[in-house]
């Protein structure tokens, strides 16, 4: 969320904002201004009829003391008191108007965000290793795991349906080596500490990391009690919000934490897309880096964070690309976003793995996280962060395209081959 005096202050800046994120102002703003004006005017009336009244009060005492006449004053009084509520109820709605406008509000693009709006205005940063070659044409992965029986996409549409996956045996284990290897390597390479959250959170959680109430159709709702829980659409929410309503010394920052869940996402604007696979799935599993940070540090931390995602691609040997998102393809709550796309052979195209975003105050405010900078005495708003570290489903199929043989096994890559205890996927013999 942005800061209330800030939107007031810099309205064209705002609006320029959303007009590079191919946004139409006029309809994120709707009626800002008129209820922003509306609400100060019904406060500074309250205020001024309090004073009235207190100046009133005042003469009251006076004439009572002197025993003159004062029923007609008091009567008065009690007329500004009616005054006064009803104006403080106005400001009180005005007050929630203006909260929904700007809980509306998408993040503004840092400067050096390329600006456009579609995909295919990101702009590429750089590319590691290259492309496996073949002398066969290399095949897709689930062609791949249903011939070697790890993946069963049939079973699992008998259990629940479209877009959710099985995983047999060394399948199986390929997803928990993963989940474990990338654990290890950024709580003892990167200085990550490892967090176990739940897996459902509250409303108040999803508001905080700008989940709700836009992208409310997104998510999988469980009604419990009289309150809804969520089930995580990503280990962000729960994660960020550890430290929701908290201050935080500026000894402590940066705070880096990583966590393995898995991950609930309704995909209610994907019909049709990716409809074979593992791609997009209403379940999977993920490795999540979060940051918080200084304000003056969030950049250089969003570059660390993003080349500890990159380094697991570079171990497992996987060739990848990174590319700055434009202002049109960002998400709504971050201020800038580094794609990591890793190269699927099977498919001949780049694959997101991991999106590393910096949110600057943005998510802190909504979910009033501090910190206390040294020196003063008033906490400020600091800066979140986090990013895929990866995530592990599309992973797997990098590994299953990549690492295919012609005989139809696929070789684990040897930095994988002490947590699978083998070192290739074979058919498994009936």
Known sequence: MLDLNFVRDNLPLIEEKLRQRGL??????????????????????????KAERNRKSEEIARLKKSKQDADALIAGTKQLREQIQEKEKTAEQLEVRLRDILAGIPNLPHQTVPIGHTAEQNLEVRRWGTPTSFDFTPKPHWEIGEQLGVLDLQRAAKLSGARFA?????????????????LDLHTREHGYTEVLPPYMVNSESMYGTGQLPKF????????????????????????????????????????????????????????????RGIIRQHQFQKVELVKFSRPEESYEQLERLTRDAEEVLQ????????????????????????????????QQLFREISSCSNFEAFQARRANIRYRPEGRNKPEFLHTLNGSGLAIGRTWVAIMESYQQLDGTVVIPEILQPYMGTDRIKAKQV
Request: glycine content about 6%; aromatic content about 10%; charged content about 25%.
């Open 315 to 346: 171990k497992l040997g996987l060739h990848y690309r990174v590319v700055a998102l434009c202002t049109g393809d960002m998400g709504f709550s971050s201020a800038k976003t580094y794609d990591i796309e890793v190269w699927l052979p099977g």
């Open 24 to 49: 139409d102002p006029s309809a994120v703003l709707q009626d800002f201004s008129e209820v922003d004006g509306r609400r100060r005017e019904a406060i500074t009336l309250a205020e001024t009829m």
């Open 216 to 275: 409310a159709s997104d998510l999988f709702r469980v009604p419990h009690g009289e309150k809804d829980l969520w089930l995580i659409p990503t280990a962000e929410v729960p994660v960020t919000n550890l430290y929701r309503d908290e201050i935080l010394e500026a000894s402590q920052l940066p705070v880096s934490l990583t966590a393995y869940t898995p991950c609930f996402r309704s995909e209610a604007g994907s019909y049709g897309k990716d409809v």
């Open 166 to 182: 099985v995983y047999w045996d060394l399948g199986a284990r390929l997803e928990r080596a993963l989940a474990n290897f990338m």
